[in-house]
């Protein structure tokens, strides 16, 4: 199953946050941004008991990074891959959380991305 998302971060709106529930597996995906600014991207995943151990990784319910923050320039398109966990069971599902943001004051920005099974 694929996901297309499209957005556009302009004037006060510096940040999109869109969690999703996707098969545990690997992903690859690419961002396109347009309308003369900067996108910065970056995917956490959510936590569950599932993990045993200690530190922010093993606590349930929480977001911690999967994908590092990256940014992409207007006119262009990142690709890159990452490996979604099993979070939310034992029904093979894992919970994400994409950001997208620009900072405040800079030139708005569009963006589309786009992922699927790799």
């Known amino acids: ?6 957005g ?28 003369g600014g900067t996108v910065k991207f970056k995917i956490d995943r959510l936590t569950s008991s599932l993990v045993t151990g200690v530190g922010a990784d093993h606590e349930e319910g929480k977001f911690v990074t999967l994908v590092e923050r990256f940014t992409t320039d207007s006119g262009q398109t990142t690709e890159s891959s990452f490996t979604l966990p099993e979070t939310l069971g034992t029904d093979g599902m894992g919970g994400m959380r994409l950001i997208f ?10 963006y589309e991305f786009f992922m699927e099974p790799a």
């Open 8 to 35: 556009d971060l302009h004037d006060l709106n510096t940040e999109d946050k869109i969690e999703l529930s996707r098969p545990a597996r690997k992903y690859s995906f690419n961002i396109k941004a347009s309308g």
């Open 101 to 110: 943001s620009r900072n405040l004051g800079t030139k708005g920005v569009d």
């Open 1 to 6: 199953m694929s996901t297309t998302i499209k």
